[in-house]
């Protein structure tokens, strides 16, 4: 078993990790920024190393500094969280290399998902449903061209290297098609050094869904339901839930079964989530997230399973001692992400917290490390804390959320708290009738 764990990454999430290691009697090792001595991962932790200044790109994504730490320590392996090197396929490489654990899938299924038509390609073989689209990279204009005429516009041009919605553009006709192609393929270079690009039909209002699953080293697969995250800002998600409001039993066992023998076939190992587009009752593949994911702890919430210590016990080559027949969504989970933003234009706030007064009670969850006097540094993004609810049914965790909502205090900074009052009380959201569109279109815009 791991002895010694380090962990490659900040905030709540770091916090998050050293619990389940905690509990699991596992040492930890907290790596940090010089803004980051203060934090509360690294209060906790059993040892803990300064690995560089503020910029992320001198301390939390420096491989070579990180390698140096594990070694220092004798930490025998590394969880990266999310975000940071979570998806360097080279960082889980150079980890194993140096005969360090892991905690994650194999490289080559990271880089896998990484290209987004490998990764597309690579599922729809293995019977995922995906968005009707080209096969593989576009070519030139004329295959762009015949594609919309087979299929009809609105188009959507995404680039391979792509993935969170950077680099995309939507056609509506063949000569924004012959346009954007052009502005999809520069963009793609720019950010990406790739400019490959594939185009698929472009679905106009559909839900974020997406399916949990878990895999061990034994060839063992098992999906935990699907998380409903249709409600985000530019890519930045806002609010999640599990189960979705729109989704049946037996879609869910349908959609499941099918990604768990695509991952069955695959071979993959550790957490995974695959993401779909959902629309008029139908399920399509977007891309498949190889981390454990922020919003991880609603399907925590409806399924009872600790997701970070599995995923530890997989990495140490443990056998899932769970079955699917095991796993029942057991009522209600919401998650709020509460930034450090103002709630009208979500300008980041960063600064001093005065006053931190977290809810509780029953069903209540705060996934958070900061704390009354803490400084909310600049440099990283302004996650501040999760408040995570759990009840028997949607509309008492809604009540139990309002009420979450209404003890909560964080002042000092601005946050986005009074933006999710008012999600929670309206009407739309109530029903559970909204789209990947609705934040922007319809709620924000009547703000
Ligand atoms: C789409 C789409 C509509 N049709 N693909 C955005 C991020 C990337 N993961 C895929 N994305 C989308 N792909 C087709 N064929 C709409 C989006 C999209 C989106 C998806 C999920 C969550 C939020 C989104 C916001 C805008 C666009």
């Known amino acids: 078993m791991i002895k010694k764990l380090l962990i490659a990454n900040r905030?709540?999430?770091a916090l998050r990790i050293h619990r389940a290691c905690r509990e699991m009697g596992i040492q930890t090792v907290a790596v940090h920024s010089k803004a980051d001595a203060e934090a509360m991962h690294v209060r906790l932790?059993?040892?803990r190393v300064c690995i560089g200044p503020a910029a992320a790109s001198k301390s939390y994504l420096d491989i070579k500094s990180i390698l140096a730490a594990a070694e220092i320590t004798g930490a025998d392996a590394i969880h990266p969280g999310y975000g940071f090197l979570a998806e360097n396929a080279t960082f889980a490489k150079m980890v194993e290399e140096h005969n360090i654990t892991f905690v994650g899938p194999h490289p080559d299924h990271i880089s896998l998902m990484g290209d987004k038509i490998t990764g597309k390609k690579t599922v729809q073989a293995l019977g995922i449903p995906v968005v009707p689209g080209s096969d593989g990279a576009i070519k030139d204009v004329k295959e762009a061209l015949a594609f919309a005429k087979k299929n009809g516009y609105p188009v959507l041009i995404k680039a391979t290297a792509g993935g969170g919605g950077k680099?995309?553009?939507v056609a509506n006709n063949d000569t924004e098609l012959k346009e954007r192609l052009g502005i999809a393929k520069a963009e793609a270079k720019a950010n990406f050094g790739n400019d490959d690009v594939f185009i698929e039909k472009y679905l106009t209002h559909p839900r974020h869904?997406?399916?949990?699953?878990?895999a061990d080293t034994h060839?063992?697969?098992?999906?935990?339901?699907?998380?409903?995250?249709?409600?985000?800002?530019r890519h930045q998600k806002l609010w999640e839930e599990a189960p979705s409001p729109v989704i049946t039993e037996k879609q869910r066992h349908d959609i499941g079964e099918k990604v768990v023998n695509a991952m069955k076939k695959l071979g993959y190992r550790g957490l995974g989530t695959i993401e779909f587009l959902y629309e008029d009752g139908q399920f399509y593949f977007i891309e498949m997230n190889t981390r454990v994911q922020v919003?991880?702890?609603?399907?925590?919430?409806?399924?009872?399973i600790d997701l970070v210590r599995e995923q530890i016990r997989i990495a140490a080559g443990k056998v899932l001692t769970l079955q699917q027949k095991d796993i029942k969504i057991r009522g209600h989970a919401i998650e709020c992400r509460i930034n450090a933003e103002s709630p009208e234009t979500f300008m980041p706030c960063p600064g001093r917290i005065d006053f931190n007064h977290v809810p509780g009670g029953l069903g209540v969850r705060v996934d958070s490390a900061v704390y009354t006097g803490y400084t909310i540094p600049p440099h990283y993004d302004s996650l501040v804390s999760k408040l995570i609810v759990h009840a028997d049914d949607r509309p008492k965790c809604l009540a139990r959320l309002r009420r979450a909502l209404s003890e909560y205090v964080i002042s000092g900074i601005e946050t986005t708290l009074p933006l999710h009052r008012k999600l929670?009380?309206?009407?739309?959201?109530?029903?559970?009738?909204?789209?990947?569109h609705w934040l922007e279109k319809v709620f924000l815009k009547g703000q």
Do not use: F, W
């Open 167 to 169: 680099g995309m553009q």
């Open 424 to 436: 929670a009380e309206n009407a739309d959201m109530q029903k559970g009738d909204y789209n990947i």
């Open 45 to 47: 932790a059993d040892e």
């Open 295 to 304: 919003e991880h702890p609603v399907t925590e919430m409806v399924t009872g």
């Open 11 to 13: 905030g709540e999430i």
């Open 219 to 233: 060839g063992n697969v098992l999906h935990l339901g699907e998380r409903d995250c249709s409600i985000q800002r």
């Open 209 to 214: 869904i997406e399916i949990q699953i878990l």
